[in-house]
């Protein structure tokens, strides 16, 4: 068989976890692909793959090799799509993501639309709050809030959030406004690690930084947790505007202490193409920067 055929069968097989559920993708029987894998191990001279009637897993030797055989399929494809240009239908797996919360209420609205715009594509998302090294987990495209760290690939700002000190109205009545970061000292803090990873809580105003250590009553995990015990009226907390967003736009929580802001935080879409861009990775890309552009919270 023709080694491409052969490195296309083998990346399936990896990626659909399964030999039935590669062959429904290539539209093969299951003693094609089976017989693809037998003969590519055989020109290989190594096991590539351990298989029994219920568990695939696939050997060391097989991980190093679907690196490589993942790439050069993909450069084959993306070869194709050149040159037919703009009638190349986009179909096939991406892989896109991004953090959990982000995901939830911004991104999955992208994939839907997306999907239902382009039937034939496949979209695999992973919300994780934890930065993804996109080529060991054959991620396409990122979603990243943040500051890039690495230059090797490329970017497409969308937008920008905001770190925001917020409370509720009720609370705010009862307790008063803080005028000046030192004010915190005498209210109920809520921090959510993610964001504030120690008490030390830095300010900006006019180029000028400073800090002020805070003492909270309550720590949390997460952001959803924070700004539920925000809305409970039991203090005030910093988090990401985006988070806040909906509660902000309601009147349930207010923005305090605005002055001392630090600067926005970037939103990037990232994605790491080749010398060729596939169909079905550039549509994803211009529909995802066209989609998160759009929305008012992050602009």
Request: include cysteine; glycine fraction near 6%.
């Amino acid at each position: 068989m023709d080694r491409l055929h052969l490195m296309t069968v083998f990346v399936s097989v990896v990626e659909n976890e399964g030999f039935a559920s590669a062959a429904r993708k290539l539209r093969l029987s299951p003693p094609a692909v089976s017989r693809a894998i037998s003969e590519l191990e055989t020109r290989l001279g190594v096991k590539l793959l351990h298989r029994t009637t219920r568990h695939l897993q696939i050997t060391e030797a097989g991980q190093r090799y679907y690196k490589d055989a993942k790439h050069i399929v993909t450069l084959s494809e993306e070869a194709d799509d050149a040159v037919r240009g703009k009638n190349a239908v986009p179909r096939g797996l991406v892989r896109i993501t991004a953090s959990v919360l982000f995901g939830r209420l911004y991104v999955m609205d992208g994939i839907v639309s997306y999907l239902k715009q382009y039937p034939e594509m496949q979209l695999d998302a992973l919300f994780v709050d934890r930065v993804v090294n996109m080529l060991e987990e054959g991620i396409d495209v990122a979603v990243r809030i943040g500051e890039l760290q690495d230059s090797t690939y490329k970017a497409i700002r969308v937008g920008a959030v905001r770190r925001v000190f917020c409370a509720s109205t009720q609370y705010l009545k009862e307790h008063g406004y803080p005028k000046k970061p030192e004010d915190l000292s005498e209210h109920r803090m809520i921090l959510a690690r993610g964001l504030s990873p120690t008490n030390e809580l830095r300010f900006s105003k006019q180029g000028k930084n400073t800090s002020v250590r805070v003492n909270p009553f309550l720590t949390v995990s997460d952001n959803f947790s924070a700004e539920k015990a925000v809305l409970s009226d039991m203090g005030i907390t910093r988090l990401l505007s985006y988070q806040v967003a909906e509660s902000l736009a309601g009147g349930a929580l207010k923005v305090i202490l605005s002055d001392y802001e630090s600067r926005p935080v970037p939103v990037h879409v990232v994605h790491r193409e080749g010398r060729y861009s596939s169909a079905r990775t550039r549509t994803l890309i211009d529909w995802m920067v066209e989609h998160l552009r759009a929305q008012p919270s992050l602009n």
